[in-house]
């Protein structure tokens, strides 16, 4: 069975860093792509940035120049390093594993628990 378990979350004032963690675990043969996304209460869950095997990066325009994104394949990790954080940034954080592959299912996308980042002004 596969999971993914995010950690990092937690308070942090405008202009201050947050680095969020996520490990996926289980019978695990590849990960085409690792990723954050969020959702506020009310809104559409939006990516905010995304990795893929072989380390091409997208970001939400939000993001750029103050989020980075990076993986170990060996590990099926996924981190994100958020600095100089806006009250905008306020959300929940949700890791993603997309076409995700095990000894049993050919591909399948994942979802974390989440984890709320709160950004003060």
């Known amino acids: 069975q596969v999971q993914l378990v995010e950690s990092g979350g937690g308070l942090v004032q405008a202009g201050g860093s947050l680095r969020l963690s996520c490990a996926a675990s289980?019978?695990?043969?590849?990960?085409?792509?690792m990723g954050w996304y969020r959702q506020v209460p009310g809104s559409q869950r939006e990516l905010v940035a995304r990795i893929d095997s072989g380390g091409r990066t997208d970001y939400a325009d939000s993001v750029k120049g103050r989020f980075t994104i990076s993986r170990a394949n060996a590990k099926n990790t996924v981190d994100l390093q958020m600095n100089s954080l806006k009250p905008e940034d306020t959300a929940v954080y949700y890791c993603n594993a997309d076409r995700l592959r095990t000894t049993t299912i050919l591909s399948r996308t994942y979802w974390g628990q989440g984890t709320q980042v709160t950004v003060s002004s």
């Open positions: 289980g019978s695990i043969l590849s990960i085409q792509s």
